[in-house]
């Protein structure tokens, strides 16, 4: 079965609809209807993906790096024409509001951009032989085919951002996508995949739809897949993470966030309110690096609390239909996210917590939630605040003026590490925020939000975030290997370290 609208877009896009089965069904969060019931593969077909991804490898890496570029910067072009109707398929797939959607594709976009000029310009460093006449130098020489498991709430750009870079990095790549967004995977797929057809690489890019125990449990487990690149919950990463290290290869996990704002006493207020909003409520809460936490100086608590709940009661009017621009929150992914999101608040209530701001679920058809405002009692523990619930759910709790660092301490207070904001107008403020002793996220922004990077910059997170990095910066060194090379152009055979062995 397949709706009228996924029919459209397919068609729109160019491509045959999905082949429809009886095994998984995929429903719209803003109304809760089906938009799709598909075919899931099983472990022989992930076991077959592995071995064609396998051969595939032996001839990408023959290729030229820049040609593989080339290949990339197609990828970037196709995107560019499709953009629009590829960002309706999230959207009517997860939920996300098609402004963002549209910002979503772009992001695929930007980094093939990034990737493609990337292919001319990996290099590797020559160093300084203590050995007269000899030269060292390292090397960077593809990795092996990667398997790329991918969350619902960025179904595609992840992909993209981990896809983009193996391919130049000469590596092919097998896609689990999470079974909540498999119509934009498929998608993209179908977009994308006819260009390594035609350069004579059909298997450089692959897709595999199908259970964690039956396919992607196996591919993390097979030796043929030497990266294993996992986006996803700490939860999922527990599992995938001691997998893959027990075989030696290596994993890349993009995992949970808990992010925080603090806002001292010198901050610009306007800013800051803009930030947290967008932060705390943009995707629903759905992003990694979404605003849970909000440290607020005593002395602007009041005033600052005062803008949010009256931004919050303008959003709370523009929850609805993510495909109206004009709505700004979409639904949550579905019945079990919106669950959790009452099990939270009323946990909040329960703990002393007090609602200043949203609390309850919209009635009606789709999985609609309001954004949520929690003023923590300052003080005392409130261990719900701890956890991830991945919905717009926003605690705040005052700090002393004089006492950032108690606000930084706060911050760094949680398992996970992936983002982290400071708003302030104070130099002093910022770099003790930036320092040894300041925030531990992989990302500390100042005077802007937690979310929304740029694909430049090196993205993930520290501690149960995983560690791991994509996106800009050196993150293609995951998908490489080093070798490091010495040669010899003398007549001598003189040994490092000045030894002596005759
Ligand atoms: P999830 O952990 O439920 O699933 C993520 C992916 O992992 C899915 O494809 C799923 O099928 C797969 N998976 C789950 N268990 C597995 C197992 N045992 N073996 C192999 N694969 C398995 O997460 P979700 O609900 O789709 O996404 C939300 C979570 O992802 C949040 O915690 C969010 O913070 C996180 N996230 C992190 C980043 C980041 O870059 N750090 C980006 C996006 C989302």
């Given at each position: 079965m397949l709706s009228a609208e996924v029919h459209a877009i397919f068609t729109e896009l160019g491509l045959a609809p999905p082949a429809v089965g009886d095994a998984l069904r995929v429903e719209d969060p803003s109304s809760g209807s089906i938009l799709a019931v598909l075919p899931?593969?099983?472990?022989?077909?992930?076991?077959?993906a592995v071995g064609r991804a396998a051969a595939a490898f032996t001839a990408l890496r023959a290729v030229p790096g820049p040609v593989r570029g080339e290949l990339v910067r197609q990828m970037g072009d196709k995107l560019r024409v499709h953009k629009d109707a590829l960002a309706r398929l999230v959207t009517a797939e997860v939920g996300k509001g098609i402004e963002e959607a549209r910002g979503e594709v772009q992001e695929m976009i930007d980094i093939c951009d990034f990737a493609t000029g990337l292919s001319r310009t990996i290099g590797g460093r020559t160093m300084l032989s203590e050995r007269p006449g000899h030269r060292m130098f390292e090397q960077w020489l593809p990795l092996g085919p990667v398997l790329c498991i991918s969350a619902f709430n960025f179904p595609v750009a992840v992909w993209a951002w981990n896809a983009a870079l193996a391919i130049i990095c000469g590596d092919p790549v097998i896609w689990k996508p999470s079974l909540d967004a498999p119509l934009c995977a498929l998608a993209t797929q179908g977009l994308l995949a006819p260009i390594f057809a035609n350069?004579?690489?059909?298997?450089?890019?692959?897709?595999?739809?199908g259970s964690d125990t039956d396919v992607a449990a196996?591919?993390?487990?097979?030796?043929?897949?030497?990266?294993?690149?996992?986006?996803?919950?700490?939860?999922m990463g527990r599992k995938v993470g001691p997998v893959v290290a027990a075989r030696l290869a290596r994993s890349l996990l993009e995992l949970g966030g808990n992010n925080a704002i603090i806002v001292d006493a010198t901050a610009n207020l306007d800013l800051a309110t803009r930030a947290i909003v967008f932060g705390a409520a943009g995707t629903a809460g759905q992003r990694c690096t979404t605003t849970r936490r909000l440290f607020v100086a005593q002395s602007v608590l009041p005033e600052l609390t005062r803008r949010l709940v009256a931004a919050y009661r303008q959003l709370g009017e523009r929850i609805g239909d993510p495909r109206d621009a004009r709505n700004i929150v979409g639904p949550l992914?579905?019945?079990?996210?919106?669950?959790?999101?009452?099990?939270?608040?009323?946990?909040?209530r329960a703990d002393g917590g007090e609602i200043l701001a949203g609390g309850n679920v919209r009635p009606g058809p789709g999985?609609?939630?309001?954004?949520t405002i929690v003023r923590v009692p300052d003080g005392r523990a409130f261990p719900l605040m701890d956890e991830e619930t991945f919905a717009p759910i926003l605690y705040v709790r005052g700090f002393a003026d004089d006492r950032l660092g108690d606000a930084i301490a706060m911050n760094n207070g949680v398992e996970q590490g992936l983002s982290s904001a400071l708003f302030s107008d104070s130099v002093r403020a910022s770099e003790r925020f930036?320092?040894?002793?300041?925030?531990d996220c992989g990302i500390a922004n100042v005077n802007l939000g937690t979310s929304g990077a740029e694909i430049g910059g090196a993205f993930g997170g520290e501690k149960a975030t995983g560690g791991g990095r994509e996106s800009g910066s050196d993150s293609w060194k995951a998908y490489m290997r080093r070798q490091t090379c010495t040669v010899n152009g003398s007549d001598a055979l003189p040994l490092a370290q000045g030894i002596r062995w005759d």
């Open positions: 899931m593969a099983d472990r022989n077909a992930a076991d077959a350069a004579g690489h059909p298997d450089a890019l692959q897709i595999v739809i196996p591919m993390v487990a097979d030796p043929r897949i030497p990266l294993v690149s996992a986006t996803g919950s700490c939860a992914i579905n019945a079990g996210a919106k669950a959790r999101f009452v099990a939270a608040v009323e946990r909040a999985h609609y939630v309001e954004p930036w320092s040894p002793a300041g925030s």
